[in-house]
C-alpha cells in the first residue's frame, strides 16, 4: 500500500534587509538582534504557509535559520541571538503557525539552555503545534576552505545527549532521536553531522524513516560531495533524505552559498513539485522502504561488525 506524504524544505538567506554593507559596521546591530531574529521568522511562516497552500504536511527550515550565517567570524555579539527551546519567541510563534496550518516543522535555532551552555538546535513540532523534542547537533566544525572560514566552536557546544527524552522520541540513542509524527518517523542530521559515518545509521537504527538535514556550506569539496553523501546514505540506510542549504549571499560577508536544496530516497532523487524559488517540494513514498531491497543487497544481514575497526 502506498504511503505518500508531501513534505517541504527552505532554501533562502538572511531576511533582515538593513545589514551594514561592510563587517567593521556590523557594532551597530547591537541592541538589533531580536529584530533580525523576528525578520526572519517572518520570512520562514510566509514560507511555511505558501508550502501549506501547496499539500505540504512536513516541512524544514534551514540551519540557524533566525538569522545570517554568523560563524563565519568569531564575534561574541552573536550569543545574544540564542534563544530558549521550550518558550522563546521564535519557538513561540512557529509552535502557533505550525497549528494554524496543521503542519509538521522542523525549526533549526541557536538555542540557550537552561544551564547556560548554546547549541545548535533543531526543534520539531507537530501539527498541533505541541513541541516533540530537539536535536542538538552533534559535529562541530572550526576551518576554512578556499571560500571562507567558519568558527562554529565560538558559539556552541556539540549535544551532550543529556537533554530529557522525549515520549515522541522512537530511538535508544539518546544522541541521536527520531520522532515518531503524524506522517512517519523523523530524525536530523544537521549540516557537519552529514559528513560522519555512523549518524545516518544511528538514526536508522532509531527508526528513521526521513532524515532532514539542514545546512549552510560553501566551498567546491563541499558542492562536489554534496549529492554524492546524501545519495550513497539513502541508498545504503533505505530512508529518504531531505537535504537544504542557503542559496545566494548575505551582506556584509558576502559569502556565496550554492543551494541545490533537494530529496534522495533509497531509489534516487525525487523531483522537485514546487515553482517558488525557497522551497524544494517533494512527494516521498515511504512504502518504498517497505520489503527487501529490490538490489537484493542486505547490508544489515550481511555486515561483520567483529572485522572492522573501532
Not at 14 to 29: Q, S, V
Not at 142 to 171: I, L, T, V
Request: proline fraction near 6%; hydrophobic fraction near 35%; glycine fraction near 8%.
Amino acid at each position: 500500500m502506498s504511503r505518500v506524504v508531501r513534505v517541504a524544505l527552505t532554501q533562502t538567506v538572511n531576511a533582515y534587509r538593513e545589514m551594514p554593507a561592510t563587517r567593521a559596521e556590523l557594532r551597530r546591530l547591537e541592541g538589533k538582534l531580536g529584530e533580525i531574529a523576528r525578520a526572519n521568522v517572518d520570512h520562514h511562516l510566509e514560507l511555511l504557509r505558501a508550502a501549506a497552500a501547496e499539500g505540504v504536511q512536513a516541512i524544514c527550515f534551514g540551519e540557524l535559520f533566525p538569522a545570517p550565517y554568523f560563524a563565519l567570524e568569531s564575534d561574541p555579539m552573536w550569543a545574544d541571538l540564542a534563544e530558549d527551546a521550550e518558550t522563546g519567541e521564535t519557538i513561540t510563534r512557529v509552535r502557533e503557525a505550525a497549528a494554524s496550518c496543521r503542519v509538521v516543522v522542523v525549526a533549526p535555532i541557536y538555542e540557550l539552555a537552561r544551564d547556560g551552555k548554546r547549541f545548535n538546535t533543531a526543534v520539531v513540532i507537530d501539527e498541533r503545534g505541541e513541541l516533540l523534542g530537539r536535536y542538538r547537533k552533534t559535529h562541530i566544525p572550526q576551518g576554512s576552505n578556499e571560500k571562507g572560514s567558519f568558527h562554529e566552536k565560538s558559539y556552541y557546544g556539540p549535544g551532550d545527549g543529556r537533554q530529557p527524552r522525549a515520549p515522541a522520541d522512537r530511538s535508544q540513542n539518546r544522541y541521536f532521536p527520531v520522532f515518531q509524527t503524524s506522517i512517519g518517523r523523523l530524525g536530523v542530521a544537521i549540516c557537519y553531522d552529514r559528513h560522519f559515518e555512523g549518524v545516518v545509521r544511528s538514526l536508522k537504527h532509531g527508526g528513521a524513516e526521513i532524515v532532514w538535514s539542514p545546512a549552510v556550506t560553501f566551498g567546491q569539496k563541499s558542492e562536489r560531495l554534496w549529492r554524492l553523501e546524501f545519495q550513497v546514505d539513502a541508498a545504503r540506510h533505505r530512508l529518504f533524505i531531505g537535504c537544504s542549504n542557503r542559496k545566494g549571499s548575505e551582506p556584509p560577508w558576502n559569502q556565496a552559498y550554492f543551494g541545490d536544496s533537494h530529496f534522495v530516497g533509497p531509489e534516487g532523487p525525487v523531483p522537485n513539485l514546487s515553482s517558488h524559488p525557497n522551497l524544494v517540494v517533494a512527494d516521498l513514498d515511504l512504502s518504498q522502504l517497505e520489503g527487501p531491497d529490490p538490489s537484493g543487497w542486505n547490508l544489515e544481514r550481511d555486515a561483520r561488525p567483529d572485522i572492522y575497526d573501532r
